[in-house]
């Protein structure tokens, strides 16, 4: 009998092929029945886990062998039910090494694979993300950090990305008005002008954003708004674009609270004309007082001394009263002073 089984043997070379390149993945690849016994693993697994690279992994059960991702027989169970309605699940896991020192985080996919009998395998492909994990895990944090430090900077800043309709990549609220603002979106980015503000006001905004992005000038101006107790309140704005090779252009907003500032400027431009005015009328004071008193002074002073050489009765006489008036419009004026 002579049978041809050109296409069984490729298919059994192909099979053992691919059996070859799972088998030396980079990644962790395991295949397990339901009741937790182990169908296959790869030599990344057998490695991590302690199992020999020629050794019957039949003889294991996947939760026995210090897997990460079904470390107990309970967790396992759980694993397999939560796959009833689905196909495949994405996980993360810590394996702890060999050693017991190192750990290491694994991310994957688990599948669910129906057998020729009807019943299921379970099949997990694990890679290490140790690092990528790392790194999102320190990025998260230096995220953190910053909107923690821009959420408490006693200033208002937003960041728009020019690509995007001029959307919002951040903002926060404080120095708004608060009564204009839909607090709902307070926190909100993704966001445009449009949905915070009156329809006016945020074709203005976008006017001066469309300005800055076109001309690359910076915008700073000083602007004024009623609180929501109806108390005026100061803003010192400056608006600038930013540009980057490694993202698209933004325009960076920042709106400081001035009112205390302007206030004590008021107050201080006040006093400061209320002292040029005192000094204005001390100087008309001390003229008008320089004038009065001198003016008799010199009577008093002229005509003491005509007098004293003048001999006739008459004459002297009317220097005396001159002299009297004199005197007497003095002490007038010095009590009015004082």
Known sequence: IVQDVTEMHKRRNDISMLTHVIFNANESICGVYADGTLKFANQIFRQIHGIGIDEDVSKYKVYNTGYGFAPNKELWLERVIGMQDRVELNFTYN???????????????????TEDDGTYSYWAFAYDITQQARYESEMKRYNQLIYTIFNNIPASISVKDVNDDFR?????SINEDESRLQKDLMS???????????????WRIRKEDI?????????HRITQSLDIDGEVQYYDILKLKIDNPNFSPMILSI?????????????LVDAKQKAEESDRLKTIFLANISHEIRTPLNAIVGFSGIMA??????????????????????????????
Do not use: H
């Open 168 to 172: 919002f990549i951040y903002r926060n």
């Open 95 to 113: 394996q702890q090494a060999i050693n017991g020192v190192e750990s290491i985080i694994y991310g994957g996919k688990f599948y669910k694979m």
């Open 309 to 338: 050489e003048c001999e006739d009765k008459k004459q002297r006489e009317i220097y005396n009263k001159i002299i009297d008036q004199s005197t007497k419009r003095l002490l007038k004026f010095i009590e009015y002073i004082l």
């Open 188 to 202: 909100t980015v993704r966001i445009t002008d449009f949905d915070i503000f009156p329809k006016e006001e945020a």
């Open 255 to 267: 709106k400081w609270n001035i009112t205390q500032l302007e206030i004590m400027k008021r107050k």
């Open 211 to 219: 300005r800055i992005n076109e001309t690359g000038e910076p915008l």
